[in-house]
């Protein structure tokens, strides 16, 4: 009969180890709900080996929530290839999923708390937003810095997405399915709204419209409001 034998973790691999920990605690509750106590007990080792690997409480929550907005931005990054209104679709379907997953991390992540130092989160949500920027702007085939009036059209809809997800999970009263096509509709009402008042805007729109399938998100937008001014 053989025995197991508990193998020692390297100093990295412990670290990202309790990262990963919290995290998964943190998808249950805030992070200020959540001690070092059980985070240590969820990881099988004692508080005093917590601090050993991170100074303090502050600096292993802002690791947690390091890793967290890395996989947030990463929710963004999808191929060029097929109309844009499907590629935004499945992009929402995959913020989504981690606001789902991961709702009082992502709360506390955007909203920020006593948990975190300020100045912290709002660098870290600053790094999510301009990677989401930078991500929307190469599908829509501009160069950076682009014209002002897109800036603020791909900005204004990123914030939209966010205080739709937070607004979502105080009580989850819209199906998450509907708010994910919503917010693809409002990408192309603002982009609609700037193309009205801009040449340029007006002529990339076109561009993206123009092979829109039948069936997709922004066909479905244009259909929906017909149908309403009739």
Avoid: C
Avoid at 36 to 50: H, K, N, Q, T, W
Avoid at 60 to 70: C, F, G, I, K, T
Avoid at 95 to 115: C, I, K, N, Q, T
Wanted: hydrophobic share 45%; charged share 25%.
């Amino acid at each position: 009969m053989s025995t197991g034998v508990r193998r020692r973790m390297g100093v990295e691999e412990r670290r990202q180890q309790l990262i990963g920990v919290a995290l998964e605690l943190f998808s249950r509750r805030s992070p200020d709900e959540v001690s070092i106590d059980e985070i240590a007990s969820a990881a099988g080792i004692s508080r005093p080996l917590v601090y050993h690997y991170f100074p303090g409480k502050l600096s292993l929550y802002e690791a947690a929530l390091q890793r967290a907005a890395e996989d947030l931005a990463g929710r963004f990054v999808e191929p060029h290839d097929g109309p844009l209104g499907g590629r935004l679709l499945r992009v929402m379907r995959r913020y989504f999923d981690f606001v789902d997953e991961h709702g009082p991390g992502f709360s506390a992540l955007m909203r920020g708390g006593p948990a975190v130092g300020s100045s912290t989160a709002n660098a870290l949500v600053d790094s999510v937003r301009q990677a989401a920027y930078k991500q929307v702007l190469a599908h829509l085939g501009a160069f950076d810095p682009p014209p002002a009036r897109l800036e603020l059209v791909i900005r204004s809809w990123i914030s939209l997405a966010e205080s739709t997800a937070l607004i979502w999970l105080d009580g989850r009263r819209i199906p998450r399915a509907e708010l994910e096509v919503q917010l693809v509709h409002d990408f192309a009402a603002l982009a609609a709204v700037s193309a009205a008042q801009d040449k340029e805007m007006s002529l990339l729109l076109r561009g993206l419209l123009k092979d829109e399938p039948a069936d997709g998100p922004f066909t479905d937008l244009v259909g929906r409001l017909m149908a309403l001014a009739s």
